[in-house]
């Protein structure tokens, strides 16, 4: 029997007949175009006004990170910049109104979405010319997509192939009328070198302003029994089918892909927009909340090469340069997928409920919260790789994907939902409750993140905001409850005024329990950060002696140096010199530090040894498994 999750992704999937792309002709009568230095361009366009547009053209750039590059290799074409372009003509605004309004049906967007397009470029490619597969940056927050209008000329090649998910659409320009296509800026999508004649296209930012709201029709009641239900009865594990208590989350993963910046509720895209005021709706009912989220996630599939030539498969995945990027599509799909393995889904980053702001956070969540109207797996990975049968395991391909999420929990739970990822926003909310004299309230919050809080994924930029709500619980245990997650390396002499106004609030033995308990003793392993920490506590120390708390500074300066003293000591004690000389050496630049007199440290010369034990970071939302070796997409238009 489905589960709710699943009779609620169903639900949801049913209905949409939203598209990536739309296309439409037109003739080409309604449109003006003028461009400076060359003059009014006639309709359709010949090879000698194309040649002339071209005198006043400048190879077209493509952005690739935060970079703006010219590639002929990836991208060959010439470009006319907006200012050079004056459109107009009798009916080209009405027209251009009417394809909008065609386009924003066709992509599945409500009818209280309204489009503007905005002039990005006037392009002209020759023969040869071409635009290698890539995603357009979102260059606004209103930013949607793109919409290609290609001016009617004679030439063959010069095809704009879009893709998303696993399907492909070739659009071909007329020789005689205008012909508009639109697709979401999450589509790949390429131009294929001109054979013969001249293409010529007017490329458009798809600009979609903030949607005003609407009675929702759909499933609504369904959708919120799913809900409640799903939210009140056990939940199972895929693995054992033990029965663990209520899930605390629902997380229905979206179809498109978003930025951070571009994801907002009034933002979405395709038949994720209408989804989600579905389920917002079914959530008021079932007296849920929603944020959205994005969310990492990776797949293992048993999995079987379906080239005949197996040696092809291992020489196909990495050798392939972000150029090549079409490469890669073709060899995942020379891949049969068998059974799922295991997969692993994390939210990296949040909005606030209003669907503002946003936080990175890191929460893994069980398969038991988990559901999707398409799976992953009709969807492009961003990352893959297929590890061959090597003896007692492999023929397993690996995929990674970033999805789009909505996220939901019951109303009276959410402080502790979002509690759970170590957010900014849970002690923020605290901080409101308190400075709205909601004392009761924050306690009550507070208390009900108890049990799990000391495991709280917590930064440096955390604790100058659990400091200040610790000071504002006026309640010593539950201060020390919303501190126990830090460590000692994270505080700053920026946290010194909130540490002494904490001091000052609970005494001296709760301010020592709390710095002992941040200390590295009991977060064993303390690695080359707290080295770093050491290095830098004489700023800390004179920074915590100005705001009033020098006892703060005299106990970590003796912790630190009874830590120190055990260190050396278990170090003396080995009998090896070959074993005792190098566990020396890395305790050696603290040590000069925090001894008393700070004497070696003026005439020695400095070891970065903490350094040398460093393993250097992975990027920003990147699996840890397997990390991507690099980004397939170009961003053009930057
Ligand atoms: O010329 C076209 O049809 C599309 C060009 C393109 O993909 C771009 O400018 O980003
Ligand atoms: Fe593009």
């Not at 027209?95 to 409500?110: I, M, N, W």
């Not at 904490?502 to 303390?526: C, D, K, T, V």
């Amino acid at each position: 029997m489905a589960t709710p999750r699943e009779r609620l992704a169903e639900l949801l999937g049913t209905g949409s007949t939203a598209s990536f792309s739309a296309h439409l002709q037109t003739p080409a009568h309604f449109l003006h175009l003028e461009v400076a230095d060359v003059g009014r361009v006639s309709l359709p366009v010949r090879a000698p006004q194309a040649k002339k547009l071209i005198a006043a053209a400048r190879p077209a750039k493509f952005g690739r990170g935060t970079q703006t590059l010219t590639d002929q290799s990836v991208r060959d074409t010439w470009e006319i910049t907006p200012s050079q372009v004056t459109l107009g003509g009798p009916g080209w605004q009405a027209l251009l109104e009417k394809v909008l309004e065609h386009v924003r049906d066709e992509l599945g967007l409500p009818r209280s979405r309204a489009l503007r397009a905005e002039l990005h470029s006037m392009l002209v490619y020759g023969k040869g010319q071409f635009f290698l597969p890539h995603q357009d940056s979102e260059k606004h927050d209103a930013m949607l997509g793109t919409l290609v209008v290609s001016l009617p000329s004679a030439h063959t090649g010069g095809e704009l192939v879009i893709e998303q998910a696993n399907e492909s659409r070739t659009y071909r320009a007329s020789r005689e009328e205008l012909s508009f296509v639109a697709f979401y800026a999450d589509c790949r999508h390429q131009v294929t070198p001109v054979r013969s004649g001249h293409r010529l296209t007017l490329t458009f930012n798809l600009l979609a302003d903030a949607e005003t709201p609407t009675q929702v029709t759909g499933p609504v009641e369904e959708l919120a029994t799913c809900l409640s239900e799903h939210f009140s009865r056990p939940a199972a594990e895929r693995s054992s089918h033990r029965q663990l208590p209520p899930p605390k989350r629902l997380v229905y993963l979206l179809d498109h892909e978003y930025t951070q910046r571009g994801l907002g509720w009034d933002r979405l895209k395709g038949a994720d927009a209408g989804r989600a005021a579905l389920l917002r709706a079914a959530a008021d009912q079932a007296g849920c909340q929603a944020v959205l989220a994005l969310a990492e996630v990776r797949e293992t599939w048993e999995a079987w090469p379906v080239d005949e030539d197996p040696w092809n498969d291992y020489d196909g995945y990495d050798g392939v340069e972000d150029e090549e990027a079409e490469g890669d599509g073709a060899t995942e799909s020379n891949y049969e997928l068998n059974d799922l393995i295991d997969d692993e889904i994390t939210l990296a980053w949040w909005t606030a409920p209003d669907g503002t702001g946003g936080e990175r956070i890191s929460l893994p969540v069980p398969d038991s919260e988990v559901c999707a109207s398409t799976a992953s797996r009709d969807l492009t990975p961003y990352e893959s790789e297929f590890e061959g049968y090597m003896g007692n395991y492999g023929n397993t391909l690996d995929r990674w994907y970033r999805r789009a999420a909505i996220v939901l929990w019951p109303r009276e739970q959410a402080f502790a939902a979002r509690a759970e990822a170590g957010s900014q926003w849970t002690l923020d909310e605290l901080r409101s409750r308190i400075d709205a004299e909601d004392l009761a309230g924050a306690r009550a919050a507070a208390d009900s993140i108890a049990s799990f809080w000391i495991s709280a994924d917590v930064h440096s930029e955390l604790l100058g905001p659990a400091l200040n709500a610790a000071v504002g619980l006026r309640s010593a245990d539950r201060a020390v409850m919303l501190l126990s997650p830090f460590q000692v390396e994270m505080l700053t002499p920026d946290h010194a005024t909130q540490l002494a106004a904490a001091a000052q609030q609970y005494g001296e033995p709760w301010l020592r329990s709390i710095l002992s308990g941040w200390l590295p003793s009991r977060h064993p392993g303390a690695g080359p950060e707290f080295g770093t920490w050491v290095e830098d506590l004489p700023r800390l120390g004179s920074a915590l002696r100005e705001s009033g708390v020098p006892q703060a500074a005299g106990m970590l300066v003796a912790y630190v140096w009874d830590w120190l003293n055990a260190r050396l000591n278990a170090c003396t004690a080995i009998a090896d010199p070959a074993q005792r000389q190098p566990r020396l050496a890395l305790a050696q630049p603290p040590t000069a530090t925090a001894a008393p007199s700070g004497g070696p440290r003026r005439d020695t010369p400095r070891r970065d040894t903490g350094r040398t034990a460093r393993i250097p970071g992975r990027g920003a939302g990147v699996p840890a498994a397997h990390p991507p070796r690099r980004n397939r997409n170009v961003s053009a238009g930057t």
